[in-house]
């Protein structure tokens, strides 16, 4: 059990810069490096070995910030994407939740509902996010970086549409891609 675990990283782990990295990347980001990486996107900070977002990197920075600041140099600071804008810069995710049959009078509520998880799970880390969302025909389709998240997004669906939709999980073979299929016509 343990051992599979090892085995299998997840894509937000894979992409981001840790134990298991290079040493190339260790040298790059290794202990003793004072450091920042700033995702261009704006929203996540690197500093103190992981990713942060940049409302807690601000607070924890703000009553202390001129002698930070003042002792930044160019060569402290970086701009690379974080690993969430690179997975989604590659197409990948880790959890897929498709909504099918869609009523046309719960879309707003659904998107909504979706974004506030987005917004709260990425307030917990910076990293754990929606990647992509989309209406296609009647199905919504959404990404996320982490598994759980798509987990999450759908038990919280099927707590508020209870008695309107059947759901089904089903796991990438070999992966660690979950997909949740929600659908208001039921199975
Ligand atoms: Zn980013």
Redesign the pocket.
């Known amino acids: 059990m343990a051992s599979k675990q090892e085995k299998t990283k997840s894509i937000k782990e894979r992409y981001s810069s840790g134990e298991q990295k290079s040493r190339h990347a260790m040298a790059e980001f290794g202990p003793g490096k004072r450091e920042f990486i700033f995702?261009?996107?704006?929203?996540?900070v690197y500093f103190k070995k992981s990713w942060h977002h940049i409302a807690k990197f601000l607070r924890s920075y703000e009553t202390r910030s001129h002698k930070v600041y003042e002792t930044w140099s160019r060569k402290d600071v970086k701009f690379r994407?974080?690993p969430?804008?690179e997975m989604m810069k590659n197409k990948q995710y880790e959890g897929e939740v498709i909504i099918k049959n869609v009523p046309a009078k719960f879309r707003r509520e659904l998107l909504n509902l979706i974004e506030n998880m987005d917004e709260r799970a990425m307030r917990k880390d910076?990293l754990d996010r929606v990647l992509g969302i989309k209406m296609a025909g009647n199905r919504l389709l959404t990404t996320t970086s982490e598994n759980q998240l798509a987990q999450r997004i759908a038990s919280k669906i099927g707590e508020v549409f209870k008695k309107q939709v059947a759901m089904k999980i089903s796991r990438a073979k070999g992966g660690d891609i979950v997909r949740i299929e929600i659908d208001f016509n039921q199975f």
């Open positions: 995702c261009p996107h704006g929203e996540a994407l974080c969430a804008h910076v």
